[in-house]
């Protein structure tokens, strides 16, 4: 019993010697608020760095593929929503053939976009 005592003894001592680890170190940037991801780059990036295609949607290999195939309407309708211009779907389908990139251009061109009057 007298062990007991005097090992808690020692640790009671002990732990007001010990400074924690402050786990917060990382979350809380320069100037306090805490934060998950910069949208912004800070002052000693480059000023010449072009991050205009940050919020960018990719299309992977699949969606292309339905696209081609027919199935347009679950992306189409995506696309009409955000009111992608035709030449922002040209860019997005950039990994398709030439033949296969025209005909679902115009597809949506004539669909969604209907020379400028966008289909609800």
Known sequence: MRVTVVLLAAIATSLGLVDPIDGTLGDINNNGKRFLRRQ??????DAD????????????????RDLVSGKTSKQFDHWGK??????????????LSETNRK??????????????????
Do not use: H
Not at 82 to 95: A, F, I, M, N, T
């Open 103 to 120: 005909k679902v251009y115009d597809w949506y061109f004539k669909d969604i976009y209907r020379n400028g009057n966008w289909r609800r």
């Open 82 to 95: 955000q009111k992608l211009s035709p030449s922002r779907v040209w860019d997005k389908l950039e990994g």
């Open 49 to 64: 760095v072009d991050d205009s295609d940050v919020d960018e949607e990719r299309i992977n290999a699949s969606k292309l």
């Open 40 to 45: 912004k780059p800070s002052e000693d990036d």
